[in-house]
Every structure is written in C-alpha cells, then in structure tokens.
C-alpha cells in the first residue's frame, strides 16, 4: 500500500503532564494517563450523547462534525472538524474506553489541517486520536485540556466501528443545500437520474430550503433513497456561497462544501463501494456505457490500481432552450424548477481555461478529499476522457456571449427520456406538484 500525499500540516503532540480530571480517580497503572471513573459500566459512558452536526468547543474556534475510527494504517479516530487556521491550539482526545472496569484515556492529539481552504479563515482539519491497546472506546470527547469535568464535555459517538456490509454500489454526496433552495423539477430530475445510473443512496447536507422541496426530501428518505444531514453552518460562523475568499470575504467558503464532502466520504467509508461527489445541478452521464455500475467495471479493470476517478466537468447553459414538445411534459411548466431535458447544449471547450473535474472515489483509498481532488490517498487518481464520460451541469453560462449556433449539441440525457419522465412524474404526482393525470 503506497500512501500518496499532496501536503499535510501537523502539529508537534509530545505528551505533556497529566492532570486528573475533576470527580475522577487516577490509575497511575496505565502508561496512556488512564483514570478510573466510578460507578461506571462496561462503556464508561452512560450519558448524553451529541446528536448535531456541528458542535462547536467552548472558545468557538473550533466545530466537531463527525468522529470515525480509522484503523487502516494504525488504530486510531479521525475526528472531522471545522477549525480557524490561525488559532490552532493543542486538543486533547477523552476517549471513554470499554473494558470491566470503564476508565478514561486521555492524550494530546495530532491536529491535520487540509490545504484546500481557497483563501478562507475557516476549513476542515482531522483530529487524530491514538486509541491505546484494549480501549476500545464507543465514545470519546475533545477538550483543550487534559484536566477538567468529563460531564461538561460534548461526548460524540465513534462511528464505523464495527465491521460493516457494503449496502450501496453508488453513494452520490451533494455538499449542501442553501439560500431557500426551491429548483423542484431538477432536483427531482437529478434524484431519478442518480437511481437509473445506479445510486443506492443519495446524501444530502442540508442548510435551508423551501417548504416544498422539504417535502420532495421527505418523500426521498421515506423511500430509502435518500439521507438529509442537517447543516446548519450559518448559526456559527458567517458564511458565503462564494467559493473564494477573495470574492467574498466571510468566515467560510460555500457553506463549509468541503468539510461536508469529507464527513460524506467517512460516513459511507465501509457502506458503499463508490462514493460520487458533485452538485444537485450535475449529472455524471456515461458516454460508451449503459450505467455508473458497467462504466466502473471497465475502468477499474483497465486502471486496477486507480481509487480515485476524476471527471470533465462541462457546462450546459440554462439560458439555451431545445423543444421537448414530443415529451409529453406540459405539466411540469407549473413545477418550480429548471427542466434539464431543455438543455442539451454545451459550451465548448476553452483553450486557455481548465475544467474543472468532479469524482467517483473509492472512500476507503482517500484519506482526505477537496472538491475537485483529492489531497491524500492510498491511490492513484485516473483523468476520464471525456469521451467516456463527463459531468453535465445545468448553470448559468460561462460563455454568454456565445449563440446557440456556437454550442455542441448533446442529446445524451435524452437516451434516458422514457425511464425519466416517467419516474418524475411519479414522484411529482405523489408529492401533488401535479395533478393525477
């Protein structure tokens, strides 16, 4: 296994003095500042758990997103968090180890910042956690610290712990929903594609959106198809949906995108064989297969040490309509929403301009992920031609000034109109969008 590593930052974690936490006994017998707690049970936490997606520590510098036990190189809990670059401070891991006799273990972390921040004060970091031999922990908490109360500290959940059955060929991750998000008709349009492809499972990171659309969402996660998280980034920190910091300068770029790709990738790290990353305005749309699940079959056997599959991302400009008379489709005009099947006309390529590329990873070969790569991985990456493949995204243009004469015509969603429209008309009955024809 060959690590691959673009840049990490990492902070010195010499093992400083301990100090026994207030009500808690020390056990000077463990070489990993162990202390007994008492009238405790086999997990050594009884108590509350943290439920939220974002919990910030007392000074409010830095927010807890999600603790993952992570044993591929070392046992160890890769705790995701959203951290201010300039204010990094020494943390320390309170790991609530399960044995006869439950105890704590406390030790000084190593803090991972990731490089792709784009300029902003705030961005994702790994907390990394050694677990000591015969802990086993289920819960754990950070702390400035190594001294203090354990009940006043948030207590988190260790996820992945336990040896998991992938359940999903395909995960698709959508970083977040914002600004009263209410484009019905392609949201649903991109869901029912998504599950033709191939996707089991759609995850969604949810900061707001309109009371339509969360009902859409509701039907959604009744069916199984997909799992809204909560993010409610904006009660914490001042947040742009500018990708730059340079273009707006807030605390945190795009509602915190890249910190919710990573927990995606973690949370679905032992569920799903393949974890896809884009936007709800996207579409990876195979050119030469049928599905996701034939093209990666292909790919992978001509690239068997490849974990991480980069794809062209191309634009198909909203403001260039074709007819879809002969769909059928008059009733959707009363859907909020853009309908995509208009749309099948792309920009061409720029020679001077990159395009930007979006993945299908394999979440157990990536260690840490950006939006368009990946930062560090047991993998190599490939560069889909776009003859195989591309990502099709339905946005504002960015060649306005081009007519629809100067465009490429591409018809590929239109292979999928049948099994389309008729499963969005499903969906868009069921939730009474439209009337029952």
């Known amino acids: 296994m060959v690590l691959i590593t673009v840049y990490s930052l990492n902070i010195n974690t010499a093992k400083s003095k301990y100090l026994a936490p207030k009500g808690i006994k020390t056990d ?22 943290s439920e939220g997606s974002i919990t910030p520590l007392k000074n409010r ?14 046992p160890r809990i890769r705790v995701i968090v959203i951290a201010h670059r300039q204010e990094v401070k020494d943390l320390y891991c309170w790991l609530h180890c399960r044995s006869r006799r439950g105890y704590l273990s406390i030790k000084k972390a190593t803090m991972d ?13 790994d907390v990394l956690c050694a677990e000591p031999p015969n802990c086993n922990p289920k819960y754990m908490s950070l702390n400035w610290w190594p001294e203090g109360d354990s009940d006043q500290l948030p207590v988190f959940e260790i996820k992945n712990r336990k040896a998991q059955t992938v359940s999903a060929n395909f995960t698709v991750c959508i970083s977040n929903l914002f600004g009263n998000y209410n484009n019905i008709l392609q949201v649903v349009q991109s869901i029912e594609m998504y599950k033709l492809l191939g996707a089991q499972k759609v995850m969604i990171y949810r900061t707001n959106c309109s009371a339509s659309l969360d009902e859409i969402l509701q039907y959604y996660t009744a069916e199984g198809t997909v799992e809204v998280v909560p993010w409610p980034i904006h ?11 340079s273009k707006d300068p807030k605390d945190i770029g795009y509602y915190g995108q890249t910190v919710t790709l990573n927990d995606c990738i973690y949370r679905n790290m032992y569920r799903s064989k393949y974890v896809i990353l884009n936007d709800l305005d996207e579409i990876l749309l195979p050119y030469k297969h049928e599905d996701w699940h034939s093209m990666m079959v292909h790919l992978q056997k001509q690239n068997p040490e490849a974990g991480i599959f980069l794809f062209e ?18 009733s959707w005009k009363a859907v909020p929403g853009e309908d995509i099947l208009q ?13 930007a590329r979006k993945m299908i990873l394999n979440p157990r070969k990536v260690i840490q992920s950006s939006v368009h790569s990946v930062l560090k991985a047991y993998s190599k990456s490939f560069r889909v031609p776009k003859e195989v493949a591309i990502v099709s ?4 243009p960015l060649q306005a000034a081009l007519p629809k004469a100067s465009l490429i015509k591409d018809t590929t969603i239109w292979r999928f109109n049948h099994s389309l429209i008729r499963n969005v008309n499903k969906v868009l009955t069921k939730t009474k969008q439209i009337a029952v024809t």
Do not use: Q
């Open 313 to 330: 991302n191309h634009i198909f400009p909203k403001t260039k309509f074709t007819s879809t008379d002969l769909f059928n489709t008059s």
């Open 113 to 125: 910042i990731h490089t792709d921040r784009f300029g902003f004060p705030y961005g994702p970091a």
């Open 343 to 355: 749309h099948v006309h792309r920009e061409p390529d720029r020679a001077t301009f990159f395009n």
């Open 235 to 245: 009660e914490y920190l001042n947040t742009t949906k500018a990708w730059k910091y």
């Open 28 to 49: 000077n017998s463990s070489s990993s500042h162990a202390t007994e707690l008492k009238n405790k049970e086999r997990d050594s936490y009884t108590g509350e758990i």
């Open 393 to 396: 995204h339905w946005r504002d």
């Open 61 to 74: 510098r830095t927010f807890i997103v999600g603790a993952y036990r992570d044993d591929r190189e070392t």
